[in-house]
């Protein structure tokens, strides 16, 4: 059992050593989906303000 904790703890270790900035990635992935979000709710804003006398 404490082997086992062990390998875990070594592995997640490693990973993280692998890759340092996974968590930063993710944390800006974050900003960049809402920013994408709010960028589409402004589009079809626009869109809808554009083909308002078309129809």
Do not use: C, Q, S
């Not at 390998?7 to 996974?22: C, H, I, Q, S, W």
């Amino acid at each position: 059992e404490k082997y086992d904790e062990a390998m875990r703890d070594l592995t997640n270790f490693l990973v993280y050593l692998g890759e340092p900035a996974k968590l930063e990635r993710y944390r800006i992935g974050v900003f960049v989906i809402l920013f994408l979000l709010v960028f589409l709710v402004f589009a079809y804003l626009l869109k809808k303000e554009y083909w308002k006398d078309v129809h």
